[in-house]
């Protein structure tokens, strides 16, 4: 191994907690549960595991130990012991993404730091696998990662409001299939709901793939209607017809241009003359077609209801 890619000595001392610099809090998880754990740990035995970062100016730079430094408030404990791994911010990042416990970071953890040396630092991809003695595709998939995290997910997945784990196996692989809009309104309707991953699994399949009735009642807030409809076996798309299939995704195309309209039929950018004209001609036509297609819509509306 490298010299560079040696773990670095850190000496530890005490340090007041209101020295700590938190500016990397954001990148690391929270959760709940195991700091509660924690807390009750802290309080019995005290900090068994010095808090670790680097120094800088009259403080220290936080990168790893945030559970810790929160349940130290908490208990009103005035200093904590601190390791110091110089007082450069990207070595001591790399310190803490090539450490000695390879699992010490999330997935999403190391995405987050891997993006801070890339977007931050102006360190390329190739000298961050370099440093960290990775490949550079290990790099990209993270930078990736982060890539696809609208600020309303990271926060929810981060402040510890929403299962890590039923985001990247169960709502990633509907980017493909859905807007990132459509990501977030989902994640804003359960966070903070401590609801488990099979539950959370059932609700993204009957958001994203069922009726427009079960999605309006996931938005509203009203989940005890679609978990019973969980429990009791939420139809499959993929169990209709290749005919079936289509004629659903003809509805749910129609359903979201007449949305479109809604949303943008008052601009008021549209006022060109060319627009006018194509505009009424459309209209004229669609309105004529208006009662027949209401008609047909409230019949299949109907008869579907009684399955």
């Given amino acids: 191994m ?40 802290i309080a019995q035995v005290g900090i068994q595991e010095p808090l670790q970062g680097v120094s800088g100016g009259s403080g220290a730079i936080l990168l790893n130990g945030f559970k810790r430094a929160r349940c130290a408030r908490k208990l009103h404990l005035h200093t904590v012991p601190f390791a110091s791994w110089g007082t ?30 890339k977007s931050q630092r102006g360190m390329s991809v190739s000298e961050i696998a370099e ?29 510890g ?23 977030d309104q989902f994640v804003t309707a359960l966070r903070g709901k401590k609801l488990s991953v099979r539950e959370i699994e059932g609700l993204a399949q009957g958001f994203f793939r069922g009726p427009e009735s079960f999605r309006a009642e996931v938005l509203k807030g009203n989940l005890s209607l679609p978990l019973q409809q969980i429990t009791a076996g939420l139809p ?21 241009g007449m949305l479109q309209v809604i949303s943008k039929s008052s601009d008021p950018r549209l006022q060109s003359g060319p627009f006018l004209v194509q505009c009424h001609l459309l209209t ?24």
Avoid at 173 to 183: G, N, V
Avoid at 236 to 256: A, G, I
Wanted: hydrophobic letters at 45%; proline letters at 4%; one cysteine or more.
């Fill in 2 to 41: 490298n010299a560079h890619l040696k773990v670095v000595p850190a000496a530890v001392s005490d340090l007041e907690l209101s020295q700590l610099d938190l500016r990397y809090q954001g990148h690391r998880l929270q959760q709940p549960r195991l700091e509660e754990q924690l807390l009750a740990s």
């Fill in 88 to 117: 450069d911010e990207v070595t001591g990042i790399l310190q803490l993404l090539r450490g000695a416990r390879p699992h010490a970071l999330h997935l999403l953890e190391q995405a987050r730091f891997v993006d801070e040396l």
């Fill in 131 to 159: 440093q960290l003695s990775r490949s550079k595709a290990w790099v990209s998939v993270r930078l990736g990662l982060v890539a696809q995290l609208s600020s309303t997910v990271r926060e929810a997945l981060f402040s």
């Fill in 161 to 183: 409001a929403f299962p890590v784990y039923s985001y990247l196996y169960s709502l990633r692989r509907f980017r493909r299939l859905k807007p990132a809009a459509a990501i």
């Fill in 236 to 256: 499959d798309p993929d169990d209709c017809s290749e005919v079936e299939r289509v004629f659903l995704h003809d509805l749910e195309l129609t359903h979201k």
């Fill in 284 to 307: 004229s036509g669609m309105l004529s077609r208006a009662p027949a297609f209401v008609q047909l819509l409230r019949q299949l509306h109907d008869r579907t209801g009684k399955a």
